[in-house]
């Protein structure tokens, strides 16, 4: 920390403060292209992930010695504020003001919402894809994106969903929603760019016969999942110009379908399981004589 005696906002009518409560707004947020970002490791992740920072906020009793669970994030994020000339300090009855839910969590962060497009998509030859349609629960979208991180999912494609940058599904994420490239558009915007990219289109449908265990995942592959509660009837059926083919993941009891966090996660990793195995029998053996 600087040597300096730090200043601290402390009057309700600061206009940061006014603008940061603003933020907090949904369609206020969209408009200003901004991200507000919660917690010490979800800040990390952002910086990490080269999001533009605009400014970093943390609590007047953090001067104080009061101590955080997430050192190494904190400690990371603190540097880079001051490096960049982006820490202010605020009165902790004002960090409750601009925080998100009940308590504050630290520090809060305003980012520059990336701007990237489709056409600015870089992917790899075998490209995992996860389609989230029409999920309306931030926290759902969350989940998913922290499940894909851990199973090596290469972008996730959102048709017609709620804001990916919600403060809750930064939250559920855990900061993995800014490792993962994500981009929020319309089922025929999506679908016209995974056929030009020739990416083999699945949708996961409880009526599909095609058993998860026996379809084939490797190669460029975008699975498409749907809300637990409506699935995705008549959204991304084929059609002459796309084929998709539907899948199912088995299930042995009364339920007929799963969280779609939990649908992600096992999709993802059994892709990840199929391409690793397939990997290993390709690796080429060495001789020697």
Avoid at 30 to 55: F, H, P, Y
Avoid at 108 to 137: C, G, Q, T
Avoid at 223 to 248: F, H, M, T, Y
């Amino acid at each position: 920390m600087s040597e300096s005696k730090p200043v601290i906002f402390r009057s309700s009518a600061n206009p940061t403060l006014r603008h940061l409560i603003r933020m907090r707004d949904n369609r206020s947020r969209r408009k200003a292209n901004r991200v507000l970002v919660d917690g010490w490791r979800e800040t990390s992740q952002a910086i990490q992930a080269g999001m533009e920072l605009c400014g970093i906020y943390v609590p007047e009793s953090l001067i104080h010695g009061k101590k955080d669970e997430f050192r190494d994030a904190t400690q990371t994020v603190m540097a880079f504020a001051e490096d960049h000339q982006k820490l202010n300090w605020m009165a902790d009855p004002l960090m409750e003001k601009i925080s998100y839910g009940q308590s504050p969590r630290g520090v809060v962060a305003e980012f520059v919402r990336p701007s990237a497009s489709l056409k600015s998509l870089s992917l790899p030859e075998n490209a995992l894809i996860l389609v989230l349609d029409e999920i309306e629960k931030p926290g759902n979208i969350g989940a998913v994106f922290r499940s894909a991180d851990a199973a090596g999912v290469d972008c996730i494609l959102l048709s017609d969903c709620v804001d990916q940058y919600n403060p809750n599904s930064i939250r559920s994420s855990l900061g993995t929603i800014f490792q993962i490239p994500s981009f929020n558009a319309t089922e025929l915007e999506l679908r016209d760019f995974l056929v030009s990219q020739s990416i083999k289109i699945l949708a996961a449908r409880v009526e599909s016969s095609k058993n998860l265990w026996k379809c084939e995942l490797h190669g460029p592959t975008a699975i498409v999942l749907g809300s637990e509660a409506r699935g995705l009837k008549n959204r991304w059926q084929a059609s002459p110009g796309s084929p998709i083919d539907g899948i199912r993941i088995p299930m042995a009891g009364e339920a007929d379908s799963l969280n779609i966090a939990a649908s992600a996660a096992i999709i993802a990793f059994e892709a990840a399981r199929q391409r690793a195995e397939r990997s290993s029998r390709t690796v080429p053996t060495t001789v020697t004589h």
